[in-house]
């Protein structure tokens, strides 16, 4: 899934193609895209587009008092549509402008999970967005630490909840372990002092890194072509020490991460492969 940095870069890129050209539609092509029943999309009608802002893991089309709210979930995407057939394959909502022009979302396969919510006025605490925490890389190093000191869940499972920590994924979670030399598996409030600092620099040094490669790319592209030190590369070497990445897979995703690096070399079972575990 897209974090925020590939989705502050498209909201970038949507605001360059589409920004200020006057909103002559929206038409949900899925039924079930459109997730409110008001205020209504044709609210937007007739006022300037954009500009496309972002919070958390979702984009943010403002068109005059109301805000189409998007979430592409996993293989979402928001494209130029040059043809603007009725029925396009994957298509689940189109965008009109009076230059002609059109903005898709699709949706490979038959997920249909990508939605989109109406917002009037600021969107900020109201659905989806209600619970969202703040943006992992404007936190202060002492509102992360008294986010940490909440929670007594697992370090990677943390930076994923978006009620702790809005826009960080699977990929930025394995990524900000390691740069902070820290265990995914570590207890978030047993961090102490110092390995606080690690964490709050990485989070903002692994986003600004992602977001600076995401501003060259001309469209979302997939994990792997980003980046990654240990995110995808079980069993290649760690960039820093040269130890084996190793990886836990659970159902819904792995963690990755270096032995030498982050637990003291202790290698974790991995409980869908160990045959010990099973
Ligand atoms: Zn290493």
New binding site residues.
Partial sequence: MPEMPEIQAHAERLTDAFGGTELTGFRPISFTVLKTFAPQPEEAVGHPFGPVGRRGKYLLLHGGPVTFVVHLMQGGRLRDDPKQTAKPRGGLARWTFADGRALLLTEPGHERRAGVWMVAGDPEGQDPLTGLGPEADQVTRDELAAIVGGQGRRLHGLLRNQGALAGIGRRLANEIC?RARLSPFATANKLDGDEIDRLHAAIGACIAETLAEERTRDDLGSVKERTS??HNRVGE???????T?RTVSYRAYTVSY?????TNGKVLADNTTSKFLK
């Fill in positions: 390691h030190a240990v070497p760690c960039p820093v020490c040269g130890d990445i270096c032995p030498t690096c982050q």
